[in-house]
């Protein structure tokens, strides 16, 4: 049986962050963009932020609120919690704690966040941009129980989506030439992040099916891109 189709809502903001990241807009800005569209999706989500490795540091490149980024300083304070264990090659590609009141895996970081924010449940997950390089997403919810299974799968599908475009966004000396070759070829670009979500893709293979289905189809890539897009607009 088929992988299930994103729900109409987080199918619209992956066209609205394609939007994002194929424009001019720097990488500090799609990745607050990503932090806000967590917490309008993810169930339970009341804060959001968006950790990378730099280095031998894990830099918060974004979120959506002070209390996102206060949950990551106290994550590098303690030294522990989702977001840093999410950065860890070796450790599970996600990391949960629906009420810190348990203490789960991090109970210096829950003593902490109970004493100095509203958070009561968190998670973090795994993403990939630019091969070895990693970064985590971090929910908050300042409800306990309330990130659920439900919850997680939203946010396993948006940490998908982020992949491919912080990816796109963090090249450095490529950018350029990157947004000058997407271009005229955005279509491309939010095919590739929609087949990831939708099939648990990487990168390299959601374009592969995309290369695959054009040769097949005996269409130009960017048509194929297209019609995969307007397959999943409003109403279609």
């Not at 490795?53 to 002070?66: K, Y």
């Not at 299974?149 to 450095?172: C, I, K, N, P, Y």
């Not at 947004?179 to 099939?199: P, Q, W, Y």
Request: glycine share 6%; charged share 25%.
């Amino acid at each position: 049986m088929p992988p299930a189709l994103p729900p109409p809502a987080l199918t619209a903001t992956f066209r609205s962050l394609a939007d994002v990241v194929y424009s001019e807009e720097s990488f500090e800005e799609v990745a607050r963009a990503i932090c806000l569209a967590a917490v309008d999706l993810v169930d339970g989500c009341d804060h959001a932020s968006l950790m990378v490795r730099r280095g031998n540091r894990a830099v918060t490149a974004a979120s959506s609120d002070d209390v996102a980024a206060r949950c990551d300083d106290l994550e590098r304070a303690v030294g522990q919690g989702p977001c840093l264990d999410a950065l860890d090659e070796d450790a599970p590609h996600q990391h949960v704690c629906a009420d810190l009141h348990d203490g789960g895996s991090w109970p210096d970081l829950a003593t902490r966040m109970i004493d100095e924010t509203p958070v009561r449940g968190l998670a973090g997950f795994r993403l990939r941009h630019e091969g070895a390089k990693v970064g985590a997403l971090n929910i908050f919810g300042d409800h306990p129980d309330r990130l659920d299974e439900e919850s997680l799968h939203q946010a396993t599908l948006l940490t998908a989506f982020a992949s491919v475009s912080l990816a796109a966004m963090d090249r450095g000396e490529q950018a350029t030439t990157l947004r000058r070759g997407l271009d005229s070829n955005r279509e491309i670009g939010k095919a590739v992040g929609l087949l990831m979500a939708m099939h648990d893709l990487d990168q390299d293979a959601a374009f592969a099916m995309l290369s695959r289905v054009s040769q097949e189809m005996n269409l130009k890539l960017a048509e194929v891109a297209s019609r995969v897009v307007d397959t999943h607009r409003p109403g279609a």
